[in-house]
């Protein structure tokens, strides 16, 4: 039997190592389908249940091996449904690959059944490399530089094979004119420097100043080293922007947690006060969360020159390897005679997660969100793989969860969709399915697709090593992040209509697939709850009903931002009382001796 087109491209995704392609099937595929059955499923063919979970999938997969996401769907509404997914990934700087069917040749221009100019819609999302195959002889260079521009630009790239070729005998391109051949996969990434005269530039900047801060993003997570060695020769505080939460542990005295409006107390002083900035591997979008232009110079290193220097006014912007730049960058570097700049974050950290504590132990009807995390804080393995989804659950875990050992987290930071958190799971289990996953999710975004991927995890638990996979539902009835932004920035009462949601027994959908479950709606069951599905021996639901009251606003909001928040409660707001006793209660925990708040 001779070697079809499909049989081809699953052929040269073996020899690129890929092990897994998420999937979802469809006609507009069925040759590439019909070839993983003759190829014994290798790569296997995880079937999602809808292919933006497929995408999703294969952006966590992605981001927790370091390697190439590939995602497949059939044409038209297949290809359609996988965008958000593949817009995550453009927009977090995620390589993924994706492989679409469309239309049989012979039927395109004709309106046929499921045609869309997959061409026009994949434009933007795919813009680095975009290709439609239309000879076997295309195959071999097409896909090879889909995988490797979406390697070298930490982005999504696309292949558009029609359903009619992917049926056709297979035939390698030749040495002849208009035939483009490609060599064997391999790639030999290098580590680039930035000139020596730069390095001395950035040294000046950062020796001169007495209160230095370094900024790290996901672009830091192979230079962890290297930063704590800058951080300790320089006397410099860390903070954390979302996507590099994971880039330092939090049991490091002088790492400050996240930066932002989901950021803690020390970051935004760190910032408030420094008088150098270090930004390494991160692009941070909100300025106002840096210091005050005008009061630090500024040293930024990044891998990619687009993203350098759009931020804060930095003097010095240095082009590299986080890890390599910084290494050359240390022998430059004076230590700071005075202590004192460093001893002032230590304490203000350590002040910090006693507020953090005392705010996780406020009495909530039933359960304090901020204790979910906290607790599973106490006793999370130290290799675990945390993914958040988007909602006001993201404020805990930006806030309350520490990173330890070689725990992992990832959320879907810059196009901050719903939805992703279970199906990162999925995919962070097949790049480690030796390592325990832990997913919290709001029950608006389990509602949105979560519970079905419940079926997904059911299906593949054998495949994983350490079956651990928890998913934890912060079940509050209420898409709350959006509740709390019509309050805080909209100064608008929460709307019923919008808000609420219908209530779902999450444990109860887990036990029917045959997983384990939990329902806590007590804040002394939790510590028992997280004991049990960490231990459980295959993955579980861990189902908790918390309080949607419990404000999720900084702990360095603006007054008019609670001036706006409280006035819309008053406003006519259903839960106002209970709203503004939960605000006052927690906020006054930074005020009680141990939590002192520290006014600008």
């Given at each position: 039997m001779s070697q079809t087109v499909g049989d081809y491209l699953l052929q040269r995704l073996r020899e690129w190592g890929v092990d897994q392609v998420f999937a979802y099937p469809g006609d507009g595929i069925n040759g590439l389908v019909t070839a993983?059955?003759?190829?014994?499923?290798?790569?296997?063919?995880?079937?999602?249940?809808?292919?933006?979970?497929a995408a999703f999938a294969a952006v966590g997969y992605a981001k927790f091996s370091g390697k190439v996401g590939v995602c497949m769907a059939t044409s038209g509404p297949g290809a359609i449904h996988l965008l958000n997914g593949l817009y995550d990934a453009k927009l977090d700087h995620v390589p993924v690959v994706a492989i679409v069917g469309q239309t049989a040749r012979s039927a395109m221009g004709g309106s046929y059944q499921q045609e869309v100019d997959l061409q026009a819609l994949y434009k933007d999302v795919a813009s680095e490399y975009l290709v439609e195959v239309n000879v076997a002889e295309q195959l071999p260079n097409a896909l090879d530089r889909a995988i490797r521009t979406a390697e070298s630009s930490r982005c999504p790239t696309a292949l558009i094979i029609p359903a009619d070729l992917q049926e056709e005998a297979y035939s390698p391109p030749q040495h002849a004119f208009k035939q483009v051949p490609s060599s064997p996969p391999s790639t030999a990434w290098s580590r680039p420097v930035p000139a020596e005269a730069d390095l001395d530039a950035a040294a000046e900047v950062l020796n001169a100043g007495e209160k230095v801060a370094i900024l790290v993003g996901q672009g830091a997570r192979g230079a962890a080293e290297e930063v704590r060695q800058v951080a300790e020769v320089t006397g410099a505080g860390v903070a954390k922007a979302l996507l590099g939460k994971d880039v330092l542990p939090d049991d490091l005295p002088w790492v400050t947690g996240s930066i932002g409006l989901l950021g803690t107390r020390p970051s935004y002083e760190l910032m408030r006060d420094c008088d150098t900035l270090l930004i390494v591997g991160s692009n941070f979008p909100y300025s106002q969360f840096?210091?005050?232009?005008?009061?630090?110079?500024?040293?930024?290193?990044?891998?990619?020159?687009?993203?350098?220097?759009?931020?804060?006014?930095?003097?010095v912007n240095l082009v590299g390897d986080s890890a390599a730049t910084l290494r050359a960058l240390l022998p430059k570097l004076a230590s700071k005679p005075d202590s004192s700049w460093r001893e002032t974050i230590e304490k203000n950290v350590a002040s910090w997660w006693e507020t953090v504590e005392k705010e996780a132990a406020v009495a909530a009807e039933p359960v304090n969100p901020m204790a979910i995390v906290s607790e599973l804080s106490k006793r999370i393995p130290e290799d675990a793989i945390v993914t958040a989804d988007s909602g006001s659950s993201t404020n805990w875990y930006a806030r309350n969860l520490r990173i330890r050992g070689d725990i992992r987290g990832s959320l879907s930071g810059t196009l901050a969709t719903m939805g992703p958190g279970v199906p990162y799971a999925i995919g962070a289990k097949f790049a480690h399915p030796d390592r325990p996953v832990i997913a919290l999710v709001g029950d608006g975004a389990m509602q949105m697709n979560g519970l079905a991927e419940l079926i997904t995890i059911a299906r593949y638990q054998h495949l994983w090593s350490d079956p651990r996979c928890v998913i934890c539902v912060f079940h509050n009835n209420d898409l709350n992040q959006v509740t709390w932004e019509l309050r805080a920035m909209g100064g608008a009462p929460k709307f019923e209509e919008s808000?609420?949601?219908?209530?779902?027994?999450?444990?109860?959908?887990?036990?029917?697939?045959?997983?384990?479950?939990?329902?806590?709606?007590?804040?002394?069951?939790?510590?028992?709850?997280?004991?049990?599905?960490?231990?459980?021996?295959?993955?579980?639901?861990?189902?908790v009903r918390c309080d949607p009251d419990v404000p999720p606003i900084p702990p360095h909001a603006t007054f008019e931002q609670v001036k706006s928040a409280t006035e819309a409660v008053l406003k006519g707001d259903p839960d106002a009382f209970h709203v503004v006793a939960q605000g006052v209660k927690t906020k006054l925990q930074e005020f009680l001796p141990g939590g002192k708040s520290r006014t600008p």
């Open positions: 993983f059955g003759k190829a014994d499923n290798q790569p296997r063919f995880v079937q999602a249940r809808h292919e933006e979970m840096l210091p005050d232009f005008g009061q630090a110079r500024a040293v930024q290193i990044d891998l990619d020159g687009r993203f350098i220097g759009m931020r804060y006014p930095t003097e808000q609420t949601l219908p209530d779902v027994d999450y444990a109860g959908f887990a036990l029917s697939l045959g997983l384990a479950a939990v329902t806590v709606d007590k804040p002394d069951q939790l510590a028992t709850a997280w004991e049990t599905v960490l231990s459980a021996g295959k993955p579980a639901v861990l189902d």
